[in-house]
Each structure stands twice: as C-alpha cells, then as structure tokens.
C-alpha cells in the first residue's frame, strides 16, 4: 500500500512540474525601412519594456553587383564560351590516355586561370567507355585524368588546386552502345569545385 501511495505522490509532483502558466501574447510591430543612397540603415523593433539593453542601429552596405564570368574576375571561367578556357571535355581515342596534342591548349588555358585564381580548385574527373572490367575501366581513367592535372602542373598551375579522379565507366553522358556513343564517354571533365 505504501508503494502504491508513494507512486501516486511521485506522479503528482511530476504532473505538476509539467504544467505551465499561460502566458500573454506579444505583440509584434512591422519595421519597415527605406533604402537610402549609400547604404540601408535597420532600426530595432521597440524592447520590451522589461529589457535593459537596447541594441543600437546598424547600417547594411548595400549588396555588390554580380560578377560576370566573361570578365574573367568571377570565381570560374565561362563554360562553352571564351575560346580554349571555355572548353570542359579532354575526348580520347579508344585505349588511350595521353593528353591529345589537339586539347593541349585547352589545358594550358585553365593551368593559366588556376595561376591568376590562387583560390580556384579543380576537379579533373577522368571517364571511359563501358567496354572493359569495371577495374581496367577505373584504373584508365585515373590514367587520363593524373595525364591532365601533370600536364596543368607543368604548365604552372599550384599541385594543391587540382584533384585528380576516375569515375572509369560508371558516369557516361551517352547511354548508347555504338562508337558515337563510346566516343563521347572517352573523356576528362574539368570541374571547377563549388560550380
């Protein structure tokens, strides 16, 4: 008897340390603000008046334009525009891995933006054709894509900025099973990190 009392006391003090007084709504006033020429100023909603502290005005500066990426300022160069630079795909002959003298400039052209853009990184993501093992396949296009990131180190740009990787079969952009589609997944991808 005392166990079942002594549980009910315990359920009790439980029950009532749960429960909560209501409280009163608080009301919240809308600011509104105006820009003004030079920068936007955001003023605080009125405290409380229980609260001490009142936080001061701050001024927001207003926000930058949009970088253009054909101005070579912005943070990646312009995919399929600007000549060399705006090329992204190395395509390789069947069994190949050396970097094809036709798409050396390419290269060149993106070691030259890693070396003006200390702060760029690029992923070189090495591909093949479904043709092979799965390891063959992988071990290629690791093959192709460190062929690339030697070839951008060589021609300047820092080893820490580059990473080199294979998707070998597993990433094709053309599902057929003919030579035009092989053709198009022989490849490396130019990656820029964070695009």
Not at 6 to 24: E, F, H, K, R, Y
Not at 53 to 66: G, R
Not at 135 to 140: G, H, I, M, S
């Amino acid at each position: 008897m005392k166990t079942v009392f002594a549980l009910t006391a315990v359920a009790t003090v439980l029950l009532a340390a749960c429960s909560s007084t209501p409280t009163t709504p608080v009301k919240v006033e809308e600011v509104r603000t105006t820009p003004a020429p030079e920068a936007s100023v955001v003023k605080p909603a009125a405290a409380p008046a229980s609260s001490a502290a009142v936080t001061p005005t701050q001024p927001i500066a207003p926000a930058k334009p949009l970088e253009v990426a054909e101005s070579m300022d912005g943070p990646f160069p312009p995919k399929g525009q600007g000549g060399d630079l705006g090329k992204r795909t190395i395509y390789y002959g069947f069994d190949e891995f050396a970097v094809p003298e036709d798409s050396k400039p390419v290269v060149s052209a993106h070691a030259a933006f890693l070396t003006r853009h200390a702060k760029a990184h690029l992923l070189v993501q090495g591909n093949c054709d479904e043709r092979g093992s799965r390891e063959y396949n992988l071990a290629l296009g690791m093959r192709r894509a460190e062929g690339v990131k030697a070839l951008l180190t060589l021609s300047g740009a820092a080893d820490a900025q580059i990473e080199a990787s294979s998707f070998g079969k597993e990433k094709p952009v053309d599902a057929g099973h003919d030579e035009n589609a092989w053709a198009k997944n022989r490849r490396v991808d130019l990656v820029y990190q964070g695009e």
